[in-house]
């Protein structure tokens, strides 16, 4: 784990690793400041350790919540145009690489789009069950792994709000970014030993 850290870190990613989603949430919140606009990515890492819910409630940040029941899939897309310009943008990754590399798929491809520009700060809260040997095995845990499951939250989110369920492999998961680094200072990633997310 010291050698995956310390490449992390020479590629410029800030490093915290801490044992359990608990402890992830209770750092996670000493990120956000008064006054901030916030954007979150789809996370169940996120959600899973209670810090989606607990910004929701938060009455002093603007949050751009695509999430927030009732809104139209318009406002959805406008709220994620919006977390692009963020002070601070809060996700997870897929897959880390031993090199130290961000891997990920997305959907609309917002998420990985603030990973790579845009918000002023950047928080990834990451388990360490997603970290793999290098870019093939990122590739294949985000095939076998990753779009399955996302498949399956999606529809049955859907199925939950009424609606019919529409995805699958020919419209989930079809934009790729490998990361390599990034500005010094922008990005933080919260290391958990817990196994959160998928």
Same mark, same amino acid.
């Given at each position: 784990m010291q050698s995956i850290?310390?490449?992390? =870190?020479?590629n410029h990613f800030i490093i915290h690793h801490v044992s359990t989603g608990q402890e992830a949430f209770d750092l996670a919140k000493t990120f956000v400041k008064p006054g901030f606009t916030v954007g979150v990515g789809g996370s169940t890492t996120v959600a899973q350790i209670g810090l989606l819910s607990w910004l929701q409630a938060n009455d002093t940040i603007e949050l751009y919540n695509q999430y927030? =029941?009732?809104?139209?899939r318009e406002e959805a897309y406008e709220r994620r145009r919006r977390g692009l310009l963020s002070d601070l943008f809060i996700a997870s990754s897929n897959a880390l690489t031993e090199a130290g590399e961000l891997v990920n798929v997305d959907g609309d491809g917002n998420r990985v789009a603030a990973q790579i520009f845009g918000p002023r700060?950047?928080?990834?809260?990451?388990?360490?069950?997603?970290?793999?040997?290098?870019?093939?095995?990122?590739? =294949?845990?985000?095939r076998t792994v990753v779009v399955p499951q996302n498949i399956n939250r999606m529809n049955a989110r859907a199925?939950?709000?009424?609606?019919?369920?529409?995805?699958?492999?020919e419209n989930i998961?079809?934009?790729?970014?490998?990361?390599?680094?990034?500005?010094?200072g922008?990005?933080?990633?919260?290391?958990?030993? =817990?196994?959160?997310?998928?």
């Open positions: 850290i310390k490449n992390l =870190e020479k927030e =029941e009732g809104i139209s700060q950047v928080l990834l809260i990451v388990s360490t069950h997603k970290i793999v040997p290098d870019q093939a095995a990122a590739y =294949e845990r985000i199925i939950a709000l009424g609606k019919e369920p529409r995805w699958g492999s998961g079809k934009k790729f970014v490998t990361i390599t680094g990034d500005k010094a922008r990005t933080t990633i919260i290391l958990v030993d =817990e196994a959160l997310g998928f």
